[in-house]
């Protein structure tokens, strides 16, 4: 159903209500007023009729019902002929209404068909519009594609006219060539880069300019010629010209012109380039003078040369060639000379392997042989081949025959002297061998007789010369030493040794016996060792201290005042080792920057004048500069004349596996954070103790003097003072008397090696809480600064000097075949209350070994009919069935390279090289036997005492310091090793029949360590050797050592069982199944 029906459905119900209820309503009312609200629903109907329509249906519905409404027709006559006038004005009304609203209802329907239709011409106008739109849009849109295509292809066109355009000008920019044209006029109207360079303008400047603003007018002149005869007459042209560059310099450059036309082919200018080609002229020019060179070689007489194929033929030669194998020109042409025929047989084979190698690479390496002349004659040459194709494939060589004739016979002259020498050489270190015995037999009987006299009581100009006689001796014995090291050296015969040794405990004994000298010149000795510096290392350490003590020496002589200072620092740390530089500075009197080098040669001296104020022998700086090359390193100096020395030299020392018990870290030092006084005058002195200081946390304050250092004490409070005892004005000594007032103070002096016995009992009426010698060490200033505030450290003790009262009684077996040495050994071992024995050789020694136990044999080693070797050696054979091991000491004139290692292969525990010095005698006994037993407990002193008549193997001290004095504590890891020790000697027996390398190593690894802990040194050197046996996998020689091994392990038992208050038992068995 449309709308005009729904509509005019609507109107119809509507009217047919409206009716019905107009019939209904009481005359006079105005009840066709609402038939204005169905022309209202009738104005929805899209007919314009409609309205009209229902208006008349409205007005004809609405006069029907005044006549069907109720009472009108009451008195028929009365009601019709006169009805109430309001009806009538109501029914008017209401037809009005209806007429009215029809009226406007029709008004706004045409006004609706009228904007419908405005609307759709406007629809239809705006179609067209938009088509046409359309039309011109898409005609607009086809003509800006064009334009675009157009503008485009403009774009791609330019692109590629600047693409190539600078394509052009970067390949013609790249070119090792220098590019340029010309106009006809001659300017310049293009150039490349390298051309703006060669003449060095730019282009901006060079363009426009012609050849006579750019080069020196005849070489102008030439080019525009040049240019003129390429324009007019259209050829090419190309030459070599030589040119002068903007700096004057003159070189040769290829130049190659040609004309430019344009597209009528009308020439329009000149273009050309040209190259530098100087290097090729000089090389062609060099060729061509080696070549002449060569040619003048060949035609001399120095070398023979010769052109021969491989099949053996002689194509050409010169006529050294030809004279050397005695054939002429002559021959060479009638082909009567072949190279494979000149080779003797025995020679072929290098030929053929000369062959081979031409082949492989073109050339051969040169090799000697004969030839055989053409009389018959031999003759020495070594030939040189190459072939003569590039690409080897030819097959003729160039062979370069040199006649070595005279140098054969030089060598075997040489071969002869050399032979002549090394029997020299070795006639010489037996010389020196001998001598070596002979001059140290009588320096033992002087130095030894000397110190014995020394020793009593003398006059004091007794005492002068006898100490200027030592004096002298000991210079002799330097001087022989020197000599003996540098015999080693010329022989190639000097190694170093690598044993575990404490730097700074080294070192630091080795300066204070310096010191003496230094103080005594009114000199400051003073030794810094770098912090990160490690202290226990692997090494030759004998060796160290005699470069060090070569290079402090000669300081402290040539110095008059001032200091001399040794400085140690790490160089370069590696995983296993560290390279230590040495710093050796004096304030002396410099050397020469001339002698810097040859210093260390020689017999080289700074001062070789004949009025020169020191002696020596000039080999000092040779050997040392010899160990240090050994040892690693390299030795410098840095000198001038005036402003003393400084000697470097750099070492590398291995880190040793074990090393000693360290200092104690800052943190675990209970002293840490005390503040200590340092009252020193020497600034080198004040920085190296402020050093030490900081390094143990403690709190350092420094003084200049001792004024200084008394306002200082009136301001602050110290816990320790630490005074040198020369300084001006107030000495150390003055300056602690003045401290008394502050009582609590604990002082330590520092006195100079000079110090006598009156300066150590002024520090005990003093009340100094301690006093060291200078130069001072780092251990020995902690110790004292821990004893002064209470605090003990519980360290290894370094290796002491001795007293010779300190050694127990002993029974010592003297083997010595000189009459003075015996005299002198009895003289000073019996001084001291040691019961000797003697024997004239080492047959008496060993008889007299089989008679009686002796706790000690000092053994020489060079006596008639058995030689203390074979003694030695005669002596350990006897001691194999018996659990006593006596200890034996060398005491031999030999110092040569291996005596020692002769000596301890032998069986030895010792060596002692003469002359026998009092001091080192005893120091070597105490090495061996314990000493100073008087602050040990009572076990550990018995258990030394249990084998009167053997010399004891446990350091029973260090030991105990080993476990901070715990003797319970010792007595179990004692008992624990009792029970370890015979298996490792199974396991190491076990390790060696099996050859079980790892087992071996560990074994012997686990023992060592505890030979360490009782410090037995010989165990620990044979467990140690043992050791790395195990590591090299050399089962080869291994059980002599064990068997040694064994026996000390026998006694060292004793001595532990001795001490743990047991009955000795028998060693357990090694032996395996």
Known sequence: ?????????????????????????????????????????????????????????????????????????????????????????????????????????????????????????????????????????????????????????????????????????????????????????????????????????????????????????????????????????????????????????????????????????????????????????????????????????????????????????????????????????????????????????????????????????????????????????????????????????????????????????????????????????????????????????????????????????????????????????????????????????????????????????????MLKSLAVRAHRQSLELTSYFADDVPDHLLGDGVRLRQVVTNLVGNAVKFTDQGEVSLRVTVEEMQPDSVLLHFNVRDTGRGIPVHLHETIFHAFEQADNSPTRQHGGTGLGLAISARFVELMGGHIWVESEPGKGAAFHFTARMKFCDEPPQPMPAAEDIQGSGTKVLVVDDNHTNRNILRSMLHNWQMVPTLAGSADEALIRLRDDAFDVVLVDTKMPHIDGFEFVRRLESHSPLHTILMLSSSAGTDDHQRCEKLGVAAWLTKPVKQSELFDAIMSTLGTVRAVAPTAPVYDAGQLRPMKILLAEDSLVNQKLALGLLRKHGHSVAVANNGQEAVEAVQRETFDLILMDVQMPILDGLEATRAIRKLERSSDHRTLIMAMTAHALQGDRERCLAAGMDEYLSKPIRAQNLFDKIASLCEVNRAEEPADVAAAEEASPCEAPRIQWKDALNNVNGDDPLLKDVSDAYLQEYPEQLLQMRQAINNRDAKLLQRAAHTLKGSMRFYGVHRAYEIAYDLEKMGKAAEFEGAEEPLATLTQELAVIRREVESYLGRPSGDLPSTETA
């Open 1 to 509: 159903m449309n709308s005009r029906i729904q509509v005019l459905t609507v109107c119809g119900l509507l009217m047919a209500a409206l009716f019905f209820l107009d019939l209904m309503m009481p005359l006079g009312v105005a009840a066709g007023v609402p038939y204005v609200l169905v022309v209202l629903v009738a104005m929805w109907s899209p007919s314009r009729s409609d309205v009209f329509f229902a208006a008349g249906c409205s007005t004809l519905l609405t006069v029907l019902g005044m006549f069907f409404s109720p009472g009108f027709w009451d008195g028929e006559q009365q009601v019709f002929l006169a009805p109430a006038w309001h009806c009538y004005i109501n029914r008017f009304l209401a037809v009005f209404a209806i007429g009215a609203v029809t009226l406007i209802a029709q008004r706004r329907k045409r006004l609706e068909e009228e904007l419908a239709a405005a609307n759709e011409l406007l629809s239809q106008r705006a179609d067209f519009h938009s088509q046409h739109a359309e039309q011109r849009g898409h005609e607009l849109g086809k003509a800006n594609a064009a334009l675009q295509v157009e503008i485009a292809e403009r774009e791609r066109a330019q692109t590629a006219l600047a693409q190539n355009e600078n394509r052009y000008r970067s390949l013609v920019d790249s070119l090792p060539l220098n590019v340029f044209q010309k106009d006809l006029t001659g300017k310049i109207v293009f150039a490349n880069q390298r051309y703006c360079e060669e003449l060095k303008v730019t282009y901006e400047e060079l363009i426009g300019r012609t050849d006579h603003d750019l080069f020196p007018p005849e070489m102008a002149e030439k080019y525009r010629n040049d240019d003129r005869l390429v324009v007019e007459q259209r050829v090419t042209l190309e030459d070599i010209e030589e040119h002068i560059r903007p700096d004057g310099e003159l070189i040769y450059v290829q130049v190659l012109k040609a004309p430019v036309c344009d597209e009528a082919q009308n020439v329009i200018g000149a273009q050309g380039m040209f190259w530098n080609v100087t290097d090729r002229i000089k090389a062609e020019r060099a060729q061509r003078q080696a070549d002449g060179k060569f040619r003048r070689l060949v035609e001399s007489n120095i070398i023979g040369i010769m052109v021969a194929g491989l099949d053996g033929r002689v194509v050409k030669a010169n006529d050294a060639l030809l004279g050397l194998i005695g054939y002429t020109r002559d021959d060479l042409n009638a082909n009567r000379i072949r190279w494979d025929e000149l080779t003797p047989p025995e020679y072929r084979a290098g030929d053929e392997n000369a062959l081979r190698q031409l082949a492989e690479t073109g050339t051969a390496q040169p090799w000697e042989k004969e030839y055989i002349r053409r009389d018959g004659r031999r003759v020495h040459v070594m030939i040189g081949v190459s072939m003569l194709d590039d690409e080897n494939n030819g097959d003729e060589c160039i062979c370069f025959v040199l006649d070595i004739s005279d140098r054969r016979r030089a060598e075997v002259q040489l071969r002869a002297a050399k032979e002549a020498a090394d029997a020299a050489n070795q006639a010489k270190s037996q010389f020196l061998a001998n001598m070596s015995h002979e001059v140290r037999t009588p320096m033992n009987a002087i130095i030894g007789m000397t110190e014995l006299v020394l020793s009593g009581s003398l006059v004091k100009d007794q005492r002068d010369y006898l100490e200027m006689v030592l004096e002298s001796a000991l210079n002799l014995l330097a001087i022989i030493n020197d000599v003996l090291d540098f015999s080693k050296i010329e022989a190639g015969k000097l190694s170093l040794e690598e044993l575990p040794f404490s730097l700074r405990e080294s070192i630091g004994d």
